[in-house]
């Protein structure tokens, strides 16, 4: 295997507060639960997926200037991940519950994660790919991705975008959505069935970008220019406990695949890998007691 090359993953590092529910949950009473409390964002989750695989990566964001803050900013330390992190305000969390067939409700407060602004071009250049989350693409953090987005042109390098969520499709709207998409000029386009519909972003592929749709336990699709297009199966999963950061594993090993030359379809069958691996586990973890992720 070739060495690994660098990725810089820019986005949000909260922390998860995951509750599986114990039994069908009853209103206006107390309901069993198992709580626990677990890095998360989706650029940050990227960033030590990628790291387990022996990526070389750097992660951009903004936490707290707050305990929290420390904690999160140790555990990418921990996990090889070398941080370049703002410290300001109070940092972000997001209430994640999981019903018994491992779906999940997110409740999400980005605090500081928001808030990501003025990021020396130090922190972004010098790396073979880029990977950028939607949840930044409003506010103060779109010029950051614009930024790392003409760097990434200029040094000739892969850049990635995970679409996030339907909710913040609805909130900004498809149509600008996709318009801020392409302003990016990403390589990859990552998105789930319903993100893809809800957005029409198969739209997006086209001559540089490829647009990848995950269907759960479905078949992958790979839409690239000149309307071609494949899908790769994944292979079944025993039992789907939790889907939070499955996504994001799936990113990390595509991504980590691609800088190993792969071509699209064997990154799609990487990253199928790795998500299934995620799936039984609490949060975006592999194990529970994996990089210091889970803090009880």
């Given at each position: 295997m070739s060495q690994r090359r660098t990725l810089v993953c820019i986005g949000d590092l909260v922390e998860d507060v995951v509750v599986?529910?114990?039994?069908?949950?009853?209103?206006?009473?107390?309901n069993p639960a198992r709580i626990q409390r677990v890095r998360g964002g989706a650029a940050s989750n990227v960033a030590v997926?990628?790291?387990?695989?022996?990526?070389?990566?750097?992660?951009?964001?903004?936490v707290g200037d707050d305990p929290a803050g420390d904690a999160l900013v140790r555990e990418l330390v921990m996990a090889g991940v070398d941080p370049k992190v703002q410290r300001q305000g109070r940092t972000g969390t997001i209430v994640i519950l999981v019903d018994a067939s491992g779906e999940r409700t997110m409740f999400p407060d980005r605090?500081?994660?928001?808030?990501?602004?003025?990021?020396?071009?130090?922190?972004i250049s010098g790396a073979e790919a880029y990977h950028l989350s939607a949840y930044s693409l409003t506010g103060s953090s779109w010029p950051v991705l614009c930024r790392a987005s003409e760097i990434a042109?200029?040094?000739?390098?892969?850049l990635t975008i995970d679409a996030a969520s339907v909710a913040l499709i609805d909130s900004v709207g498809p149509a600008e959505f996709r318009t801020l998409i392409r302003a990016l000029?990403?390589?990859?386009?990552?998105?789930?069935?319903?993100?893809?519909?809800?957005?029409?972003?198969?739209?997006?592929a086209g001559p540089g970008?490829?647009?990848?749709?995950?269907?759960?336990?479905?078949?992958?699709?790979?839409?690239?220019?000149?309307?071609?297009s494949a899908t790769v199966r994944p292979a079944p999963v025993d039992e789907v406990r939790d889907t939070t950061g499955?996504?994001?594993?799936?990113?990390?090993?595509?991504l980590a695949a691609v800088l190993d030359n792969a071509e699209p379809v064997e990154a799609v069958e990487a990253g199928h890998s790795l998500a299934r691996r995620v799936l039984t586990q609490?949060?975006?973890?592999?194990t529970t007691d994996d990089q210091g992720a889970v803090r009880d």
């Open positions: 599986w529910s114990v039994g069908a949950p009853r209103s206006g009473t107390d997926f990628a790291s387990s695989l022996g990526t070389s990566v750097r992660f951009v964001g903004r605090a500081a994660a928001g808030e990501l602004a003025d990021v020396p071009d130090a922190w042109r200029a040094e000739g390098a892969i000029q990403p390589t990859y386009v990552f998105a789930n069935g319903a993100e893809a519909e809800v957005g029409a972003l198969r739209e997006l970008t490829t647009v990848v749709v995950k269907n759960g336990m479905d078949p992958t699709e790979v839409h690239a220019a000149g309307n071609k499955a996504g994001d594993a799936f990113a990390a090993a595509f609490p949060g975006a973890n592999l």
